[in-house]
Nanobody
Framework: VQLQASGGGLVQAGGSLRLSCVASGRTSGIYAMGWFRQAPGKEREFVAS????????LYADSVKGRFTISRDNAKNTVYLQMNSLKPEDTAVYYC????????????????WGQGTQVTVSS
């Protein structure tokens, strides 16, 4: 499975961005996809995840009510709609996928895409 993330950029605080992650290859084996982020000098942290079948979602407390994860199975794409962005949301955002796991631990995910930079100015 290959993952291609896009949609990052520079936005002012309070603004919005939508990230996309397209999966290719043996996508039939995907159970869940997730978004993680990593700021300079910090560990990679969980943002949100979604199960490919049924669409059950999970969010980090820090983004609940502001971010929404969704998927388009026909396009093998997962989205992260980010609203009310804050400077502390600045990070490189990564998408991940796994055939068995849908939780918040990054080391449980098998497949990773390249990151996309999100910068929120104050």
């Amino acid at each position: 499975v290959q993952l291609q993330a896009s949609g990052g950029g520079l936005v002012q605080a309070g603004g919005s961005l939508r990230l996309s992650c397209v999966a290719s290859g043996r996508t039939s084996g995907i159970y869940a996809m997730g978004w993680f982020r990593q700021a300079p000098g910090k560990e990679r942290e969980f943002v949100a995840s979604i199960r490919w079948s049924g669409g059950s979602t999970l969010y980090a407390d820090s983004v609940k009510g502001r971010f929404t994860i969704s998927r388009d199975n026909a396009k093998n794409t997962v989205y992260l709609q980010m609203n009310s962005l804050k400077p502390e949301d600045t990070a490189v955002y990564y998408c991940a996928a796994d055939p068995l796991y849908s939780g918040s631990l990054p080391n449980k995910y098998t497949y990773w895409g390249q990151g996309t930079q999100v910068t929120v100015s104050s």
